[in-house]
Every structure is written in C-alpha cells, then in structure tokens.
C-alpha cells in the first residue's frame, strides 16, 4: 500500500489524523481550494478525496514522493494538482482558501529559509479569508529530523514565526508515534491571513 521506504521514515503516518481535525476545526468543507506543503506521499490527499474535496494541489520537491501518492491513489490521482517544487523557490499559479503544511516548516531553519517560505505563503493565499495550517515539532519535540536540524515551536512561537499578517485561530499537542515507537511532540497551530 505504501512506496518503498514511507513506513520507515520518521514522519509517517496512516492516517492524517491531526490534519483532518485541524481542517474540521475551522470549518473547512469539500469545496474549499487547499495546497498542501510538502505534501509528497502523505495520505492526506487520499482522505481528502474520500470526504469530497475537489479542489485539492500537492506541492512537493520529491517527485519519487508524489508517485507514491499517485499509484497509491490509482485513477483518483487524476482528482489532484501534482506540483514538483521547493517552496522556497516556488512561484504560486494561483491562490488557496486553505494552506496545509505539516512538518515542512521546521525544516526552515535560517532567516533566508524562513522569508523565502512566508513570501510563498503570502502568495498563494487570500488576504482576509485563507486558512494556514501547520504541524510542526513542539518545543519539547526532536532537534533533528532525517538528520537534518529542525525548529521546534510552541502555538505562540509559531504564531510569531508565521508573522503579523496571521490570526491564531486555533492550536493542539499531538504525540506522534513513528515507526521505532520513539514520540515526537507536534505544536499543531491554525491562523486566519488578515486583511
């Protein structure tokens, strides 16, 4: 059911738990246009398509990642916006009711890093209306991910990361349990884009 390797990783994850609940929280529907960040071969995408959603993009930098996603999917992948690219660098072709990204934030760990990914963010969403969502490790969570140095956030950290022009709306702790059984903290934060 999963590609090579996707159950092996640190990040996986089933079911997207947290994200689903995140999304009801606000009030997001099956109508709603929604990006999600780093996307690759989560099964959100899949859980989305089973509620209705119709307006769905995955943007990630791993094209291996999203055939994943795809053949998991079969012909129902056809439903989604496949986009290969680094946020950093990525230029919207359009704007999102709703922004999801879990996990892809804490990888940005320098300023340059960070701007690069907020200037995509602006982008891409609705001023006034858009919804972002973020799942990233906890102040408490993991110092490195896949070897790579992460940022670890509180619900205010995040807000104060994410920036002035975003309204916390609504936050939650999630203990993720990977596939060695270690537990990573998650900060789970939602922000309404202000006007």
Same mark, same amino acid.
């Given at each position: 059911?999963?590609?090579?390797?996707?159950?092996?990783?640190?990040?996986?994850?089933?079911?997207?738990?947290?994200?689903?609940?995140?999304?009801?929280? &606000?009030?997001?529907? +099956?109508?709603? /246009?929604?990006?999600? &960040?780093?996307?690759?071969?989560?099964?959100?995408?899949?859980?989305?398509?089973? $509620?209705?959603? /119709?307006?769905?993009? &995955?943007?990630?930098?791993?094209?291996?990642?999203? $055939?994943?996603?795809?053949?998991?999917?079969?012909?129902?992948?056809?439903?989604?916006?496949?986009?290969?690219?680094?946020?950093?660098?990525?230029?919207? +072709?359009?704007?999102?009711?709703?922004?999801?990204?879990?996990?892809?934030?804490?990888?940005?760990?320098?300023?340059?890093? $960070?701007?690069?990914?907020?200037?995509?963010?602006?982008?891409?969403?609705?001023?006034?209306?858009?919804?972002?969502?973020?799942?990233?490790?906890?102040?408490?969570?993991?110092?490195?991910?896949?070897?790579?140095?992460?940022?670890?956030? /509180?619900?205010?950290?995040?807000?104060?990361?994410?920036?002035?022009?975003?309204? +916390?709306?609504?936050?939650?702790?999630?203990?993720?349990?990977? +596939?060695?059984?270690?537990?990573?903290?998650?900060?789970?934060?939602?922000?309404?884009? $202000?006007?």
């Amino acid at each position: 059911m999963y590609g090579y390797g996707d159950a092996t990783r640190s990040w996986f994850q089933p079911q997207a738990v947290w994200s689903l609940q995140m999304l009801d929280r &606000v009030g997001i529907g +099956p109508s709603d /246009s929604l990006i999600d &960040v780093g996307g690759g071969s989560s099964p959100l995408t899949a859980a989305l398509l089973a $509620r209705g959603h /119709s307006d769905i993009t &995955v943007l990630d930098v791993s094209l291996i990642g999203m $055939r994943t996603a795809q053949e998991r999917l079969g012909d129902a992948a056809d439903g989604v916006q496949w986009l290969v690219g680094d946020v950093r660098t990525w230029r919207p +072709p359009r704007r999102y009711l709703v922004w999801h990204d879990r996990a892809l934030f804490h990888f940005m760990i320098t300023d340059q890093d $960070r701007d690069a990914y907020l200037k995509a963010l602006e982008s891409a969403t609705v001023p006034g209306r858009s919804i972002s969502i973020f799942g990233t490790f906890a102040s408490d969570g993991p110092r490195q991910c896949s070897g790579l140095p992460v940022a670890r956030y /509180s619900a205010a950290e995040l807000g104060v990361a994410i920036g002035d022009g975003w309204q +916390p709306i609504d936050d939650g702790r999630e203990l993720h349990t990977t +596939p060695t059984s270690v537990i990573q903290p998650f900060t789970w934060t939602a922000l309404r884009r $202000r006007s």
